[in-house]
């Protein structure tokens, strides 16, 4: 007999113990702008979700989109800039975001699962009252804060094995659209919903200490220690600070990983071997 075949064959039954434990799991994957590389990759983490879906974990896709904003807006002539990670967002600029999280990369990944054979459907954070939100911060315009999750709409699509694809939109008391950090919306999403895993797709294998070596397990000291000495910084604050918050809320692990990395979300939940570095309770 072909050995690969043989290898495949064993690899499949190795996943066995680990696809019981995560049978009716629900794993929110929070897939970034960076994380998104070629089309081979969107097709492979496609592959990755619906497969998961197949084993009967309930995946629940939320992404970002940072870097196409910022093509967009450079397009259009708009200038934006970034504090702590997240983006000022005045009106024009709000436009712009929902245009393409919404309209191109929503779309985008909708439609790769679906040619996976996924019963994929895009919402975005507005649709029927998913995430409630407050300005986080005066400085920041329109970015919003999660203040409440409506996670009903997303336990009916579990309930009918759809798969939720949601773009990182909130909507305000008084009608506004909100902008939210991608990683910000999956925390709050991971919480309402008391996910198994929180995993943010990312473009670093994890997260690195000042002599740059990927942390493969961190507690919140940790994280608390290197935020204030500058070791994270960037977009790695609304992360680790997300992953912060998900463990309070009860969610059980969150893991940050390099969303590049073939079949990242399979080798983190199906493998002995795990991926990227771990925040959980102690
Ligand atoms: N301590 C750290 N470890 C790893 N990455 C870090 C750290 N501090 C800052 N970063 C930066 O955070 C980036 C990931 O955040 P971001 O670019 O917002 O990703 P995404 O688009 O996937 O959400 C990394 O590419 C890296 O440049
Ligand atoms: C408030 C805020 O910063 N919103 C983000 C939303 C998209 C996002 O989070 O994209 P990534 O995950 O690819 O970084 C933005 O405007 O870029």
Redesign the pocket.
Known sequence: MNRDWAATAATLSQALPYMQRYNDATVVIKL????MGSDEAMVEFARDVVLMRQVGVNPVIVH?G??MINDMLKRLNIKSEFVN?KRVTDAATMEVVEMVLSGLVNAKIVQAISEQGGRAVGVSGKDSGLIICEAEDPALGLVGKPTKVNPRLLLDMADKELIPVIAPLGMGMNGETFNIN??TAAGAIAAALKADRLLL????S???NAAGEVLTELTSTQIKE?TADG??????IP?TQTALDALAAGVRATVILDGRAPNACLLELFTEHGAGSIIRSA
């Open positions: 970034g702008g960076h994380a970002g940072g870097p990670g991608g990683d797709l990312t473009d670093v994890g997260v690195k290197m070791t994270i910084a960037g977009g790695m992360k």
